[in-house]
């Protein structure tokens, strides 16, 4: 089992990883769209950094700084170190011919140099609602299930190829159990808690849940999750995508998030009530009347690539409606049962629009921010619905006023510039660079031909 060492003090961690070979440690980080970026020190070099930090280029990561002002540096969180199971620094798997290769990592804050918190950092913007969370009472708690395919590499090429064929919780004989088994390993040598792991609706799709926990410690564990799978699943010559919607005509990969406030005074889930028909108190009723309302504000950052807008169509249980219900999966929330036996304090609700190629940190925070306003201004939670809105008639859809998504990434960031709540929790930063990312990437897409389009529309024109 790899090393993870979380109630030791950063000297104590230290000293650890050197009995255990750790050579190297990797400085990790994210950048606003998402993507982890890292820097290698020597293991000798971490106190320095834990003390003082270590300075990059922040010129050079995608929605950071401007040419002028790039000097920024990096403070470990040591709660968040552990060592890289694929990289130990024990066994031949960890060995070269000048030594050890074993390599840990460590979460990093990002600051600018008069040592403040970068407001164009995705985990600070995830902190600033955290504390705002705090302030009024409560701690923020989350699990996200992040569904990917497992792919092929077709003499070098990655192709949208499943390696399987097998369905929903199907026992599938072939290579994918033991990748499975492989990644809920490593996952656990991160410390990362695994709950079950599972094969999913489409062919080569899979899930693996971890535990639920707070905010901050979640968000991390996604972003672990992310590199880590990729990570095993090449160590078998397969390549594991995010992508939410690779294959037409079958499901898309989500990142349903599971989500609920606990109460700092009462000790107690805020978001539990047992004389209520749904379980919900008042403040979990505010905080999903929150959701639905900024929901087409934020889709942009829970759904943030063209791609996304070809998984939230009706037919492959993902939302696309403004509603909310118990058993109804074409709703954008849905509130799970509380399993027999259990107390109300497992209470909770599942935002299910989100997905697994959308910066988690951003993603979590434009939530919260959302359920947070819907406390403050006390909004109420419309009815739920219960049938499948897909089977209903357009017309009854309108009589009942429900909205729907935005239908592509283009329409998703002009409501987002529209909604004050949501641009507020990004920051001006994050916003402005997010805003001109997104728009770069749907120009270029609705300008691009398909081959859809030269196959439909070159000989009948």
């Avoid at 909310?324 to 036996?341: D, E, F, H, Q, Y």
């Avoid at 819907?374 to 209903?392: D, N, Q, T």
């Avoid at 017309?395 to 709540?421: F, H, M, Y």
Wanted: hydrophobic fraction near 40%.
């Amino acid at each position: 089992m790899a090393l993870v060492l979380p109630e030791q003090d950063p000297l104590a961690k230290i000293e650890t990883a050197k009995e255990n070979n750790v050579r190297f440690v990797q400085l990790q980080f994210t950048d606003i769209i998402g993507a982890v970026k890292s820097v290698t020190i020597p293991l000798h070099q971490l106190e320095g950094s834990v003390e003082h930090g270590t300075w990059f280029d922040g010129s050079s990561i995608e929605g950071f700084t401007r040419i002028a002002e790039s000097d920024q540096y990096l403070k470990p969180d040591m709660s968040t170190f552990a060592e890289i199971p694929w990289q130990p620094g024990h066994g031949t798997l960890g060995s070269g011919p000048l030594g050890s290769r074993g390599t840990a990592r460590v979460i990093c804050d990002v600051y600018t140099p008069n040592g403040e918190p970068f407001a164009g950092d995705p985990r600070w913007v995830l902190k600033r609602q955290l504390e705002r969370a705090r302030k009024l009472g409560y701690i923020w708690n989350t699990g996200p299930e992040l569904e990917f395919f497992l792919f092929l590499r077709n003499n070098g090429d990655i192709k949208p190829l499943p390696h399987d064929e097998a369905g929903y919780f199907d026992f599938s004989t072939d290579l994918a159990q033991q990748v499975r088994q492989d990644m809920v390993n490593a996952l656990e040598a991160f410390g990362i808690r695994v709950e079950a792991a599972h094969h999913e609706v489409a062919p080569g799709q899979h899930e693996i849940d971890f535990e639920y926990a707070d905010g901050l410690r979640t968000a991390d564990n996604a972003v672990t999750f992310k590199f880590t799978l990729k990570a095993i699943a090449q160590l078998h010559g397969l390549y594991a995508t995010f992508m939410p919607k690779p294959i037409f005509g079958i499901n898309g990969s989500g990142m349903h998030t599971h989500q609920s406030l606990y109460s700092i005074a009462e000790e107690r889930n805020a978001f539990a009530d047992p004389n209520n028909r749904y379980g919900l108190s008042d403040v979990a009723r505010s905080y999903m009347a929150g959701i639905l309302a900024h929901a087409r504000g934020m889709i942009s950052v829970l759904a943030p690539l063209v791609n996304s807008y070809k998984r939230l169509v009706p037919g492959y249980e993902a939302p696309t409606y403004l509603t909310w219900g118990r058993t109804n999966r074409s709703a954008l929330i849905r509130v799970p049962k509380v399993s027999p036996g259990r107390s109300v304090e497992a209470t909770r609700i599942e935002v299910r629009c989100p997905d697994p190629s959308s910066n988690t940190y951003l993603a979590f925070a434009v939530m919260l921010a959302a359920g947070l306003d819907g406390i403050e201004k006390g909004l109420e939670l419309a009815e739920p619905v219960e049938e499948s809105l897909y089977a209903m008639d357009a017309s009854r859809i309108q009589e009942r006023g429900i909205r729907e998504l935005p239908g592509t990434l283009g329409e998703a960031i002009d409501e987002l510039e529209k909604d004050e709540v949501v641009c507020q929790a990004l920051g001006d930063h994050v916003l402005s660079r997010f805003v001109e990312a997104k728009r770069q990437e749907w120009d270029e897409y609705r300008t691009q031909v398909t081959p859809w389009e030269v196959e439909r529309y070159l000989e009948a024109f």
